[in-house]
């Protein structure tokens, strides 16, 4: 398998897919704002806009859904860089803005730094 920067548990790929279920496509950011700071923030598909302040992490991959594209403010990329993050889902409120909301549940982020495998992989020595 690929060296990759972003995963997710099953417990929010299950989520994902009764998101998706509802909202249709949807997609992943992760800024380095205010409000929930760095927690990921699930939107529609195209919802939410990227530019050139942003960096593009990868895809979120898990059956039953297509992939989930997910963004990171590039100020924020530049202390994440060397990081894979896993996207998962813990009970209690998140962000209004989010899709899990209104579920009862919040996705968060669980980190560790990529192995010397993977930066190898990815160039990034």
Do not use: N
Not at 95 to 115: D, K, N, Q, Y
Request: proline fraction near 6%.
């Amino acid at each position: 398998m690929p060296a990759s920067r972003v995963g997710l548990t099953e417990a929010a790929a299950a989520l994902l897919r009764q998101l998706v279920e509802v909202h249709g496509p949807v997609m992943f950011h992760q800024s380095g704002g205010c409000c929930d700071g760095s927690s990921p923030m699930c939107y529609p598909l195209g919802e939410f806009r990227t530019g050139d302040s942003d960096v593009h992490l990868g895809v979120l991959v898990a059956e039953g859904i297509d992939d989930v594209p997910m963004w990171m403010s590039a100020a924020q990329f530049e202390y994440w860089k060397h990081t894979h993050l896993t996207v998962d889902v813990v009970p209690g409120r998140g962000s209004g803005f989010s899709l899990e909301a209104p579920e009862g549940v919040r996705f968060l982020i669980r980190s560790r730094l990529l192995t010397d495998a993977e930066v190898a992989e990815m160039g990034l020595v």
